[in-house]
């Protein structure tokens, strides 16, 4: 059993890297989306355990930038065997300073957290395929051909429970983006997180109100 903290793109931006997903599951170099599929990503941290509800809590108090925006324009890989190819993140924001901001605030929580998500050997990376052999790392890159720019909005972090290939989210927090609406949501899990329920379900009301 793992936790993973990652970010979540807007829809538009999701649909275009299924794209290349569908393109590489159908050359047999990733499984097809099926059911509830894994969704691209930028994972933060990745380990053995994790303090669930503080950790929420304290994702939900961080003061994220208001609608954080990454182009995913270039290719990358990791050559290790097995391979990983992945879209490398351009960032609008220091998006290494959150993460080791954030790895500040709760790396206390985590427990046998991977050595890989630490901030000094941090690489920020959506992945398209990985348990690649070295052959097939190369067909990879071939399968996915040109890459077209995709300035995708980070608009969700979720927490994920997983074992092998299984994978669970077990919390949802939306990322500020300047509307009405998402401050309200951002608002409704603060309070849960601090199991204020009565502010929660005035804030509820709220949201109600404006749709």
């Avoid at 894994?38 to 503080?54: D, K, M, N, S």
Wanted: hydrophobic share 45%; proline share 9%; charged share 15%.
């Amino acid at each position: 059993m793992g936790y993973a903290v990652e970010l979540l793109f807007d829809d538009a931006s999701t649909k275009s890297v299924f794209v290349l997903f569908d393109r590489l599951a159908q050359a047999g170099l990733r499984p097809p989306r099926v059911g509830d599929p894994e969704y691209p990503h930028i994972t933060l941290f990745v380990a053995e355990g994790i303090q669930r509800q503080p950790l929420v809590k304290r994702l939900s108090s961080y003061q994220f930038p208001t609608a954080p925006t990454v182009t995913l324009a270039t290719l990358g890989r990791f050559d290790a065997n097995p391979g990983v190819i992945y879209l490398v993140p351009q960032p609008d924001f220091p998006l290494q300073t959150l993460h080791r901001d954030l790895f500040q605030q709760v790396s206390q929580l985590f427990s046998g957290i991977n050595p890989f998500y630490l901030p000094a050997n941090w690489t920020p990376h959506v992945t398209l395929a990985d348990q690649l052999s070295p052959p097939n790392l190369a067909n990879a890159i071939t399968v996915v051909g040109f890459v077209a720019s995709v300035a995708a909005r980070i608009t969700d972090l979720i927490i994920v429970e997983f074992e092998g290939p299984l994978r669970v989210v077990t919390d949802y927090l939306v990322i500020p983006n300047g509307s009405e609406e998402t401050d309200i949501w951002l608002a409704y899990a603060t309070a849960m997180a601090s199991e204020e329920y009565f502010d929660a379900h005035e804030i509820l009301e709220k949201l109600w109100r404006c749709s």
